[in-house]
């Protein structure tokens, strides 16, 4: 019975023995430590085969946590900005924890590693113990909140407004603030981010769809050259649920004719706004170019043009939706310029430059082309004889001394017949002159220009009619109309 008392007490030594020399398990291990008065604790653990691999694996197991107390998923709901501020808080995290180091991030460190394998299977598991000073972890768990808050707002707040400004009647306000959050749905990765822009592109397509332009006062106006036409009133008018109203803030875009600096005419634009009853007024400058003229008055919706731009490929037909219904808002504004040309005697002649084209026509029937169509406008007009075989450019004084005695003007062209073709059984004759209006009085030149044209006939000498008369009546007569001040 002894020895075996013996043989027991050794077995209980070997047994405290064995115990005391194999390392403890720390606490954290088993239960990850609560809070306390200053820091927050964060447990990452996990196991491989090879030691790197399961403190990689840690690393991660850590993160994920950081990232569950803070409330947000990476993968989901996340912006360029909210991405990119995530990885790096993430990268700075990981760097922390592989090299233990302080002051990487404010308020977090390492407080410990313990590593074990299992001598029967090989397997390393690493555990990280990390604490948060908790007023510093709820300022990161505030910023990040703030970048996914930001994401969801860009897109609720305009729309908000918009359906606010709606509600208000400031139309183009609120179809500015739905642009916004199309403009915030298509740029980010935001849940429903494409129903969310399909709602706020219907909204501003419906708005826009009732919104027209309408003239308060005549649409259509004639004044003399040069004079000054009478201002212009426009409103800009939403019918939207069978109640109608005008529209105060909007910008107007007025396009009218303009004279250039080469004589040819051209646009101009001036823009006006709608006051607080949805009025705008606007004069257009006097042309010294007779004809028949349009203003366009389209509203100016380039801001919210600018919103839409970015807007990713799968987005531009909601986007074209909404640009096509604004920028048929546009009213027209039709006025004639009427040259007071015909009210002043005018002297005509012409003549062949060349032998050649003396030898095949006959500049009377330029002028009795030209003469045709002024005289339809009621043109008042004479003819004047030149001198025979007349070659050159004629002087002013020899043009007061042929002229009529009323005549005021003096119109000169220079003829020529460049060319004859046949084709078939019928010839092609092409003409050309140079015709200038001069004011006797003055001097001034009032008219100048080179024109071509061609004529057809089954002899030479009727295509060669054909040609000068279409010259005179067409080329030259009717640029006339609309040039002669």
């Not at 690393?59 to 909210?82: D, F, P």
């Not at 037909?317 to 009427?338: M, T, W």
């Not at 062949?352 to 009795?368: T, Y």
């Not at 119109?411 to 017949?417: E, F, H, K, Q, R």
């Amino acid at each position: 019975m002894k020895k075996i008392r013996v043989i027991g007490a050794l077995i209980v030594a070997l047994l405290v023995s064995s115990c005391a020399s194999a390392p403890s398990i720390p606490e954290w291990v088993i239960q990850k430590p609560a809070p306390d008065a200053k820091y927050t604790f964060f447990v990452g653990s996990s196991s491989a085969p090879d030691s790197t691999t399961a403190a990689n694996d840690a690393t991660a197991s850590l993160i994920a946590g950081i990232m569950q107390y803070m409330g947000v998923s990476v993968s989901v709901s996340s912006s360029a900005e909210a991405r990119a501020s995530l990885d790096e808080y993430q990268a700075q995290i990981t760097q922390t924890v592989k090299t233990e180091a302080k002051g990487r991030l404010a308020g977090f460190e390492v407080v410990e590693k313990y590593i074990q394998k299992d001598p029967k299977t090989g397997q390393y598991t690493v555990h990280v113990l990390a604490r948060y000073e908790t007023k510093e972890l709820q300022k990161e768990k505030a910023r990040i909140e703030a970048l996914f808050q930001e994401e969801r707002d860009a897109v609720a707040i305009p729309e908000k407004k918009g359906d606010q400004a709606a509600t208000e009647g400031r139309l183009m306000d609120a179809i500015r603030s739905y642009a916004e959050a199309m403009s915030a749905a298509g740029g980010s990765n935001i849940e429903n981010a494409k129903i969310k822009l399909e709602r706020n592109a219907k909204k501003a397509s419906e708005l826009a769809a009732s919104l027209k332009i309408t003239f308060i006062s005549e649409n259509s106006l004639s004044a003399p050259i040069g004079s000054k036409l009478p201002e212009s009133r426009v409103a800009l008018v939403s019918n939207s649920g069978g109640m109608e109203r005008r529209v105060a803030g909007a910008s107007l875009l007025v396009t009218y004719p303009k004279k250039l600096a080469s004589g040819r005419v051209g646009t101009g634009t001036l823009q006006v706004f709608t006051d607080t009853n949805g009025l705008a007024e606007f004069e257009v400058p006097p042309i010294d170019v007779p004809g028949i003229y349009r203003v366009a008055i389209q509203l100016d919706y380039s801001s919210i043009g600018d919103l839409l731009s970015s807007l990713p490929s799968w987005a531009l037909p909601y986007s074209d939706a909404v640009q096509n219904e604004l920028s048929g808002i546009v009213a027209y504004l039709n006025y004639k310029v009427i040259s007071m040309a015909k009210n002043v005697p005018m002297a005509v002649a012409a003549y062949m430059k060349d032998a050649v084209s003396a030898g095949n026509a006959d500049p009377a029937v330029f002028l009795s082309g030209l003469k045709e169509t002024l005289l339809k406008e009621g043109f008042s007009l004479s003819d004047a004889i030149l001198p025979s075989s007349y070659k050159t450019p004629i002087d002013l004084s020899v043009m007061r001394a042929i002229a009529p005695t009323d005549a005021q003007r003096f119109a000169i062209a220079s003829l020529a017949v460049t060319s004859i073709s046949q084709d078939g059984s019928y010839f092609i004759a092409a003409a050309e002159g140079s015709l200038a209006v001069f004011e006797l009085a003055s001097g001034r030149t009032l008219y100048s220009a080179t024109k071509s044209t061609q004529g057809m006939g089954l002899s030479e000498s009727e295509a060669v009619s054909n040609a000068l008369k279409t010259l005179g009546s067409q080329a030259f007569g009717k640029d006339l109309l609309s040039a002669l001040p």
